[in-house]
């Protein structure tokens, strides 16, 4: 309720409270003249109030309107792309009402601008219903806005190009439509290609469109700037004129004042309710802008940032804040990428506002940290009142675009310089192969057709004369099933030659899971196939070569045996004549050398059946307890003299006849058994025969044989070269123990032949065991046994005895004469029966010996005895001749002793045996077998027999054997 003005009793009982008179007209003049301000004051806050109500709803209507624009442009642009993606005519007319709706709408809304109108929006309810309210404004333009008519029209002429635009792409689409219809897919990719084109104008249509939206918002924000602060003014007007008729009022009528009061409250309630709906306007500018994905910012007449969307600090890095105010150029364009300082004068972005002209292209803008990235924009110059106040500059990170750009041309690049072949072709395989879309460079080198010779024709332009046609065959059903194939095929180049091609197709389906087209490489690889069948033959040499060898073998073996078994045969008859002791000695010999010899022949013959392929095995009944104390029986001696323990165990579960080649396992066994024995000085070797964890059928049982000594054991490095032809653990000159190396190598291919697995398991020092397994059938019958064998399962243990000693008092005697003579020679070799053919030969020349096995003892007995000369054998155990040699000429020099004569004596006869033997410090070299006229020969060189006695006893300082 508006308050009473004051009763007027109450002013005239005031006027004679002040007590004068003539005080009344004064008092009455001056409140009719308040009452009149009053009055007056409040018609003009009404007028002022009502045309900043209707300049408010003015500006909102322009906003709503410039709202509008914005997101009809959005939305026909959205619309622009899914014409281009539409695949029927019915969806393209759906999608052209719809364009066409917004079009009428826009040119609508930009008609209200420029001659004021009615707007309207409408709005949906719900997502569910289809009810719809409509928001209408009214604009009125006013004399001002005459600046922002030439943006209009250019959002209207731009709008006229993209209706052209679509009608372009209407006359495309239809190409294209007929294009899928008629299954042209030549003509549907080059047509895809224009409306990829077209497509490509559109972006700078609309661009400009957002740009000139943007000036527009900027525009409307700026005039709610100024609309702020001609309210602030008006504001502090108000006030001014509040205190004068404050103190006008106040002495006159408290009603009047109290009631100007209310209106003066309601002026000011209304002029901040105004100012928060310019602040709120402002904000709603600032978050349109921020919605842009475009950087955005504006610039002053000096080239000072003053505003900066979200999107623009992202890119740069920086907070509005920390930008506004500072010099565009030098916070974020002041240097180009390769670090060159870019001039403030060269800059494109400032030339804008000089020139009053928009710009747009591509540059390079910086960001807080220094990193530069580069940016596609536009600047357009900002007006007021038809001046140039600053300048406008929207702009994209193209980072992406480029790189994408780049790697593009790195993939064409690698394709074009591929050395292989690459060809793309039609899903539409035929007799004919697929038509060619796409070749490389590679291609060309390989084939000879340039691409313009191939595109658009089909595949068997490549086929020759060579070409296999079930090849192709296969080729084409692949293809058409829409599957890889990969394989060699033989066609022909352009010249007429042959091309030996490795073709490899892969599909290619798109989103959909539909056949697209093929890719294929292809590699020539004649050269390939040349080297392979080069390589065939050369194997196939190889093998007739190994096949050669092995008869050759095998007949010279035969050959070797038939006069060895003479030999033998014959030694034996002479043992059985009346023989005395020496002859008696001398045939044992021939005879122990004959049989070695024999054993080393039938190796070598089971080796070449191997090789040649020639061995049978035999599938008899057989009893293994049998097979094995026939091996150990055999064994025996040999372990005897060495003192070992040699045992057999056998699984109760094998008490039954067998069925394989018992001669073969034999064989096997005294391989292992024997190997055992040899390597092993002290211990023991034990044979066990159990069933292996496997699962044996009805028929079948898997054995399991270990042969497990206490012997040197074996090295890793060893273990690798065993089972192998020639080959032993220790290959080194000063091995120890001999053989050819074709023992293991020979068990484990009758193994092989035998279906079963051989393998070993050592440690060095501390022995080994070796193993093999074989699947051994179940005997039809017992087998009858007429040999002594334990029962299965119970172990045998045949124990070593030692030998006694010689007499050797007679043997003193000799040694004893031979030292006073200067006739004793050191006889250093390590085979037994070299030992006792040198030592007759010497005693034959009138020499004694002393004999010692190793160089190591070569070197202790050299310190013991005054020895005529010294036989040097190269190759021993433990230390060998060479390194003998170079110890006892060494103590020579360093104790001055006169030299002792040291000859050679080896079975290495290659040249340069002799040179290395003398190099090392040796006399001279005898090779063997030794002649006797030789040695006589040497030795008469070399010694010189003493007549004086010598004071020595050699029974008391000799170490090692004394032999005669």
Same mark, same amino acid.
């Given at each position: ?619 008899? =009944?057989? /009893?293994?307890? %049998?097979?094995?104390? +026939?091996?150990?029986?055999? !064994? @025996?001696?040999?372990? &005897?003299?060495?003192? #070992? ?84 653990? =220790?290959? /080194?000159?000063? %091995?120890?123990?001999? +053989?050819?190396?074709?023992? !293991? @190598?020979?068990?484990? &291919?009758?193994?092989? #032949? ?89 005693? %034959? ?42 110890l006892i000429r060494k103590a020579e020099a360093v104790e001055g002793r006169p030299r002792m004569p040291i000859i050679a004596m080896t079975a290495n006869a290659m040249q340069g045996d002799r040179e290395r033997c003398l190099a090392i410090g040796m006399d001279d070299y005898l090779s063997k077998p030794i002649k006797p006229e030789q040695l006589r020969d040497i030795l008469a060189r070399w010694t010189h027999p003493a007549e004086s006695p010598v004071n020595f006893n050699p029974l008391i300082h000799a170490e090692g054997p004394m032999?005669?």
């Open positions: 309720m508006t308050p009473r003005p004051p009763d007027p009793v109450d002013a005239s009982d005031a006027s004679r409270v002040h007590g004068s008179g003539r005080s009344l007209p004064w008092l009455l003049a001056i409140f009719v003249i308040s009452m009149g301000l009053v009055l007056g004051l409040r018609g003009f806050f009404a007028d002022l109030n009502d045309e900043l109500q209707r300049r408010s709803a003015n500006e909102r209507a322009r906003l709503f309107i410039g709202e509008e624009i914005v997101q009809g442009i959005q939305a026909i642009e959205s619309d622009l792309y899914q014409v281009a993606i539409t695949h029927n005519a019915a969806g393209y007319q759906r999608i052209l009402r719809h364009i066409d709706a917004k079009l009428a709408k826009i040119h609508h809304d930009l008609s209200v601008l420029q001659k004021g109108g009615t707007a309207r929006r409408s709005l949906r309810l719900n997502i569910t219903e289809l009810q719809e309210i409509a928001q209408e404004v009214i604009f009125r333009p006013r004399a001002e806005d005459q600046q922002l008519v030439m943006e209009q029209i250019e959002v209207g002429s731009k709008l006229d190009q993209v209706k052209t635009m679509i009608g372009e792409l209407e006359e495309l689409l239809k190409q294209r439509w007929a294009a899928l219809e008629n299954d042209d897919t030549r003509q549907f990719y080059r047509i895809e290609s224009e409306i990829s084109l077209r497509l490509k104008r559109a972006p700078p249509y609309f661009e400009r469109l957002n740009e000139n939206a943007n000036r527009l918002f900027v525009e409307g924000e700026k005039r709610l700037d100024d609309l702020e602060a001609e309210v602030h003014k008006k504001r502090e007007q108000l006030g001014l004129m509040e205190t004068v008729l404050i103190a006008l009022v106040l002495f006159l009528a408290a009603a009047i004042g109290f009631q100007f009061l209310r209106r003066l409250k309601f002026a000011l309630d209304e002029a901040q309710r105004f100012g928060k709906e310019v602040a709120h306007q402002k904000t709603q500018v600032a978050t349109i802008l921020d919605t842009l994905s475009d950087g955005v910012y504006a610039t002053d007449l000096e080239g000072r940032i003053t505003f900066l969307n979200t999107a623009a600090e992202h890119m740069f890095g920086w907070q509005a804040a920390e930008l506004l105010g500072r010099p565009a150029h030098e916070a974020v364009h002041h240097h180009r990428p390769d670090g060159s300082t870019y001039p403030a004068s060269e800059c494109p972005l400032l030339a804008v506002q000089k020139q009053g002209k928009a710009r747009d292209g591509e540059e390079w803008f910086v960001q807080r940290d220094g990193q530069c990235f580069p940016v596609s924009y536009r600047s357009n110059p900002l007006y007021q009142e038809g001046e140039i106040i600053g300048a406008l500059v929207s702009f994209q990170n193209i980072s992406a675009r480029r790189a994408a750009e780049a790697r593009i041309r790195l993939l064409e690049m690698a394709i074009e310089e591929s050395d292989q072949g690459i060809l793309i072709t039609a899903a539409d395989a035929t007799a004919d192969g697929g038509t060619i879309q796409y070749v490389n460079s590679g291609f060309t080198r390989i084939t000879g057709y340039t691409a313009s010779e191939v595109v658009g024709r089909r595949t068997a332009l490549l086929r020759g004369p060579a070409t296999d046609a079930q090849r192709v065959s296969q080729l084409v059903r692949a293809l058409q099933a829409g599957q890889r194939f990969k394989g060699e095929i033989d066609y022909q180049r352009k010249d007429g030659t042959l091309l030996v091609a490795e073709i490899d197709y892969s599909p290619v389906h798109d989103g959909e899971g539909r056949l697209t087209h093929f890719i294929a490489l292809l590699s020539d690889i004649g050269m390939r196939r040349a080297a392979e069948q080069a390589l065939r033959a050369a194997h196939d040499q190889a093998l007739a070569h190994a096949r050669l060898k092995s008869e050759f073998l095998a007949n010279m073996s035969h050959e070797i045996r038939t006069p060895m078994n003479g030999v033998i045969g014959m030694t034996d008859l002479l043992l059985d004549t009346p023989l005395n002791a020496e002859q008696r000695d001398f045939a044992q010999l021939v005879r122990d050398s004959a049989k070695s010899l024999l054993t080393i022949i039938n190796d070598i013959l089971d080796f070449s059946k191997i090789e040649a392929g020639k061995l049978d095995i035999e599938a008899v =009944d057989f /009893s293994l307890s %049998r097979v094995v104390d +026939g091996v150990i029986s055999l !064994l @025996a001696p040999k372990a &005897q003299e060495k003192q #070992l323990s040699l045992t057999s165990q056998i699984d109760p579960a094998l008490a039954i006849p067998l069925r394989g080649d018992s001669t073969r396992l034999r064989q096997i066994l005294l391989n292992l058994v024997g190997n055992a024995i040899k390597f092993t000085g002290q211990g023991s070797v034990a044979v066990r025969v159990m069933l292996a964890q496997k699962n044996s059928s009805v028929e079948t049982r898997h054995v399991r044989f270990e042969v497990q000594d206490s012997g040197i054991g074996i090295s890793p490095a060893g273990q690798s070269r065993l089972f192998q032809s020639f080959s032993q653990a =220790d290959s /080194s000159t000063t %091995r120890k123990f001999g +053989g050819t190396g074709l023992g !293991l @190598a020979i068990s484990k &291919q009758l193994v092989t #032949l035998m279906r079963g697995e051989i393998g070993v398991i050592s440690e060095e020092g501390h022995g080994a065991t070796f193993w093999f397994e074989l699947p051994l059938e179940i005997g039809a019958a017992a087998v009858p046994d007429d040999t002594a064998a334990p029962p299965a399962g119970e172990i045998t243990d045949i124990a070593a005895t030692e030998s006694g000693e010689r007499d050797s008092a007679s043997r003193s005697g000799k040694l004893r004469e031979a030292l006073t003579q200067g006739r004793l020679v050191l006889l250093v070799e390590d085979n037994l029966t070299n030992q006792k053919l040198t030592q007759r030969l010497l005693q %034959r020349l009138g020499y004694e010996t002393h004999i010692v096995a190793d160089g190591q003892q070569a070197v202790a007995a050299f310190d013991t005895l005054p020895f005529a000369a010294i036989l040097m054998d190269c190759q021993m155990p433990v230390m060998d001749g060479f390194e003998a040699t170079t032999t005669s």
